[in-house]
């Protein structure tokens, strides 16, 4: 089991910074891949950027990238994701995620992202 829990959300104005973070707990083997998703009001879940947890390759969805940035903190056991130049359109819930291979098993509750313009 694995247990996730994200923290940092909150209200921004547009061209603002947000940084997210996934606390990480529980049995997580080698080949897991770390994740964050996103959900705006209306919308389906989408995928934003993720990275194996152990190895440092990232993948971002093109909406984030060159904005986002995910990386892993190894002393404080966390997963973030650094948000530079927000945008309206990144306005959503954020969730962090866990699995192997493409399939994400594990599920943090969200945080909230809100940016104004």
């Known amino acids: 089991q694995v247990q996730l829990v994200e923290s940092g959300g909150g209200l921004v104005q547009a061209g603002g910074s947000l940084r997210l973070s996934c606390e990480v707990s529980?049995?997580?083997?080698?080949?897991?891949?770390m994740a964050w998703f996103r959900q705006a009001p209306g919308k389906e879940r989408e995928f934003v950027a993720a990275?194996?947890?152990?190895?440092?390759?990232?993948s971002y969805a093109d909406a984030v990238k060159g904005r986002f940035s995910i990386t892993r903190d190894y002393a404080k056991n966390t997963v973030d994701l650094q948000m530079n130049r927000l945008k309206p359109e990144d306005t959503a819930v954020y969730y962090c995620?866990?699995?192997?291979?493409?399939?994400?098993?594990?599920w943090g509750e969200g945080t909230q992202v809100t940016v104004s313009s």
């Open positions: 529980g049995r997580v083997f080698w080949n897991y891949t």
């Open positions: 990275r194996p947890w152990t190895g440092s390759r990232t």
């Open positions: 995620a866990s699995g192997i291979s493409g399939t994400y098993d594990y």
